[in-house]
């Protein structure tokens, strides 16, 4: 559903009760969320949402299935980051095992690797004035383990086993202004 601001601007919100609205979600796996980019119609989550809600169910079906998630929860994209900022705090959690939870998570900005960190951390401080502005990529992944599921934004992702498992891995666009 869509509601208009007082400035004018549209956001997009979800109804969860059935009862007061006819809005059920996704109602399109290609289609943005809520980046509504240039004030797109949105209307769906998109397939990663999807992935992410399966990765979890598989977790809870199968807990002590040798499979890591990670997820990213900041940056996102539909929100622009500010240079002025001194840093800028890069986020994720982990779900499910791999190596007796013992491993190493890696970050690639821009397909650089700037830092590696333990699996205890959920969290990365990075400086902004080493960003510059425009589009970056962020992926956040482990060498060290393997993943049932791929959290693709482009398809739906079957469950994996053996010799198909992937090295778990997130990944997201976002922009830096002025």
């Known amino acids: 559903m869509i509601f208009r601001q007082a400035n004018g601007a549209s956001i997009y919100v979800d109804i969860y ?12 796996l290609t289609q943005c969320g809520y980046e509504r980019p240039n004030n797109a119609y949105c209307g769906g989550w998109g397939f990663r949402q999807l992935n992410v809600l399966h990765a979890i169910t598989y ?20 929100k622009p980051y500010s240079k002025s900022n001194s840093m800028f705090e890069i986020k994720w959690t982990q779900s499910g095992n ?16 700037i830092a590696n960190v333990s699996s ?30 791929s959290l693709s934004y482009e398809y739906l992702s079957p469950v994996l086993s053996g010799n198909n498992m992937i090295i778990p891995r997130d990944y997201i666009e976002f922009t830096v202004g002025s």
């Open 17 to 28: 009760n059935s009862t007061l609205g006819n809005d059920i979600e996704p109602t399109s």
């Open 59 to 78: 977790l809870l079906s199968n807990p002590m299935a040798e499979s890591l998630f990670v997820v990213i929860s900041n940056p996102v994209p539909w």
């Open 98 to 113: 791999c190596n007796n939870n013992q491993f190493t998570v890696s970050i690639d900005l821009d397909e650089l690797n």
């Open 120 to 149: 205890t951390a959920e969290s990365y401080q990075l400086e902004t004035k080493d960003l510059s502005i425009g589009f970056h990529s962020l992926s956040i992944y482990s060498l060290d383990c393997l993943s049932a599921l």
